[in-house]
Nanobody, 117 residues
Framework: QVQLVESGGGLVQAGGSLRLSCAASGGTFSTSTMGWFRQAPGKEREFVSAVGWSGGSRNYASSVKARFTISRENAKNTVYLQMNSLKPEDTAVYYC??????????WGQGTQVTVSS
């Protein structure tokens, strides 16, 4: 069972950037599809981005396309989310997860991102 720990969140002004990291331990990180999700106050958790095991396949929610970039370093068991041109509506707790072939799981504790206007 893989364990995930997110970091890199914080408070940033609109238009700024943050880089989130998700460190994995245990499991088979290097052969797993990894994803980022977020949950804003009063809203359901939503998909942000995902990356295939090799890093070659990437998907983004339409709301973050062209602003966010997902990447991974299998040698470090880490997946990243570079977030640029941040907007107040990006404010949320960001979680990473691993896809087990049927659904997403092994959720981390999340990292708070707050974007001020």
């Amino acid at each position: 069972q893989v364990q995930l720990v997110e970091s890199g969140g914080g408070l940033v002004q609109a238009g700024g950037s943050l880089r989130l990291s998700c460190a994995a331990s245990g499991g088979t990180f290097s052969t797993s599809t990894m994803g980022w999700f977020r949950q804003a106050p009063g809203k359901e958790r939503e998909f942000v981005s995902a990356v295939g095991w090799s890093g070659g396949s990437r998907n983004y929610a339409s709301s973050v396309k062209a602003r966010f970039t997902i990447s991974r370093e299998n040698a470090k068991n880490t997946v990243y989310l570079q977030m640029n041109s941040l907007k107040p509506e990006d404010t949320a707790v960001y979680y990473c997860a691993v896809y087990n072939g049927r659904d997403w799981g092994s959720w981390g504790q999340g990292t708070q991102v707050t974007v001020s206007s």
